[in-house]
């Protein structure tokens, strides 16, 4: 299967992991990777590295804000889609965290993540993939769509992230 879970709202990551903990508690290999995402930033990579090893890789550069950076981000980029390619033929679930994230600012391409939901789907794989703005062509493709909503949020009262909620 394919799932997406994207949306404005917060719990995409936390949908990803939970997805992971439900296959690994079936007794299924998972591999979970990260788009973006910098290793050491957050509270899920330290417990995701515990129980995955060399299954999890949190291979991004963090957020994209300049275009001068955008060559070191693709770059990043491919190693993580080499990477989970290479997982595709172990796994049983395939978990890429902010793909849409990088598919949306030009850091993977379309026809990229086309190719890994149809090894995913040749290898009869579960591929998981979050971010937000999902494009019409993956939200038909994808087997199961969630959007998560934003109804309140702490930021927008001045509340700063905190650990153990936002990372």
């Keep these: 299967m394919i799932l997406v879970y994207t949306g404005d709202g917060k719990g995409k990551t936390s949908a990803c992991v939970g997805q992971a903990v439900r296959a690994l508690g079936q007794g299924m290999a998972v591999a979970f990777g990260q788009f973006m ?6 509270g899920e990579q330290a ?16 957020f994209l804000r300049r275009d001068e950076e955008r060559p070191a981000h693709r ?8 990477w989970a390619e290479g997982q ?6 395939l978990v890429l965290d902010e793909t849409l ?5 030009g850091i993977l391409e379309r026809e990229e993540v086309e190719r890994l939901m149809a090894l995913a789907r040749t290898g009869n794989r579960h591929l998981v993939l979050s971010g937000r703005n999902a494009p019409d ?3 038909e493709a994808a087997d199961l769509v969630t ?3 934003e109804i309140k949020h702490p930021w927008r009262a001045g ?3 905190a650990p153990g909620i936002e990372f």
């Design 101 to 105: 994230y990088a598919l949306g600012s």
């Design 37 to 42: 995402k910098r290793d050491g930033q957050a």
């Design 88 to 93: 595709l033929a172990e796994a049983d679930m």
């Design 159 to 161: 509340i700063k992230a």
């Design 147 to 149: 959007s998560m909503t």
């Design 137 to 139: 062509w993956l939200v």
């Design 75 to 82: 770059e990043a980029a491919l190693r993580v889609l080499a």
């Design 47 to 62: 417990m995701l590295a515990k129980l995955l090893g060399p299954r999890f890789l949190a291979g991004g550069l963090g």
